[in-house]
Nanobody, 127 residues
Framework: QVQLVESGGGLVQAGGSLRLSCAAS????????MGWFRQAPGKEREFVATISWSGSTTYYTDSVKGRFTISRDNAKNTVYLQMNSLKPEDTAVYVC????????????????????WGQGTQVTVSS
């Protein structure tokens, strides 16, 4: 069982930056691939970024490439999402998710690929 708690959301002007954190409980964090998703009002939850269990490999949705960076610190059981050059269309609840990897890296962009989910943190970007 993995429990995930996000933090770091808030209100920021367009062009600004935020760093989201997702703290995980349990001793198996380092064996999970991690992902960030987001959900805007009235829209489906969409994939943002994912990182392998080792932290060596990442993958992003096209709309955030070059602006967002996903990273992790397995010693701290935490995954991060650094968001730069934020746009109003980035406004959403950001949710982190964990997928059991057992040492295998697979690009996981669908909700059904993940086993555990956090509650989310609100990010609002004003124009």
């Amino acid at each position: 069982q993995v429990q995930l708690v996000e933090s770091g959301g808030g209100l920021v002007q367009a062009g600004g930056s935020l760093r989201l954190s997702c703290a995980a409980s349990g001793r198996t964090f380092s064996r999970h691939n991690m992902g960030w998703f987001r959900q805007a009002p009235g829209k489906e939850r969409e994939f943002v970024a994912t990182i392998s269990w080792s932290g060596s490999t990442t993958y992003y949705t096209d709309s955030v490439k070059g602006r967002f960076t996903i990273s992790r610190d397995n010693a701290k059981n935490t995954v991060y999402l650094q968001m730069n050059s934020l746009k109003p269309e980035d406004t959403a609840v950001y949710v982190c998710a964990a997928a059991w990897a057992a040492g295998v890296w697979t690009i996981m962009t669908t909700k059904g690929s993940y086993d555990y989910w956090g509650q989310g943190t609100q990010v609002t970007v004003s124009s």
